[in-house]
Antibody, heavy 119, light 107 residues
């Protein structure tokens, strides 16, 4: 079964750091581009970051550029999101997502992990 | 950055009705437009990719069309299980953006 399972969410204060992880199974992880997408409570979807299949092309949303870092370990079949200088507006459910080929259609989603930034 | 507008923001229709949602991009995005369904408390699900291609396993009552800046998504015969929020999503110039969503419920 194709599956993505996120972990690492939690409650932390503004200015803090957190690392999210996503474990992939059921498909050839090294063959796919991957994204992080987030959804603030009661809001719509916001794309956060993308890495292609070998990590040579990485893009970020302006809202997280310079604070968040996406990375992958194909041996461990895992995707990561290092989040620094967290702000209240980073509070959201964070989804790990697989890209369907070159079209950036997101065909496999994890269940999400919740990050809450509050003092 | 490319802005996505989606309309309507919400709609209420009867079972069996034809429902259409539109998505407009602020610049030409060719056919780099995808549609998702999100039910409450669940992760989004890909329905349509490349503007008009039905994702495997998705019922044929769902369809998409358009190119350039104007796109549409249609449910040909609304079913109770289609109650959800629907989002369009585009890729262009190294940036991915989602539309604000359309909430669909049953009248």
């Amino acid at each position: 079964e194709v599956q993505l399972v996120e972990s690492g969410g939690g409650l932390l204060q503004p200015g803090g750091s957190l690392r999210l992880s996503c474990a992939a199974s059921g498909f050839t992880f090294s063959g796919f581009g991957m994204d992080w997408v987030r959804q603030a409570p009661g809001k719509g979807l916001e794309w956060v970051a993308y890495t292609n299949n070998d990590g040579s092309a990485i893009y970020y949303a302006d809202s997280v550029k310079g604070r968040f870092t996406i990375s992958r370990n194909d041996v461990k079949r895992s995707l990561y999101l290092q989040m620094n200088s967290l702000r209240a507006e980073d509070t959201a459910v964070y989804y790990c997502v697989r890209d369907k080929g070159v079209t950036y259609a997101m065909d496999v989603w994890g269940q999400g992990t919740t990050v809450t930034v509050s003092s | 950055d490319i802005q996505m507008t989606q309309s309507p923001s919400s709609l209420s229709a009867s079972v069996g009705d034809r429902v259409t949602i539109t998505c407009q991009a602020s610049q030409d995005i060719s056919n780099y437009l995808n549609w998702y369904q999100q039910k409450p408390g669940k992760a989004p699900k890909l329905l349509i990719y490349d503007a008009s291609n039905l994702e495997t396993g998705v019922p044929s009552r769902f369809s998409g069309s358009g190119s350039g800046t104007d796109f549409s998504f249609t449910i040909s015969s609304l079913q109770p299980e289609d109650v959800a929020t629907y989002f369009c999503q585009q890729y262009s110039n190294l940036i991915i953006t989602f539309g604000p969503g359309t909430k669909v419920d049953i009248k």
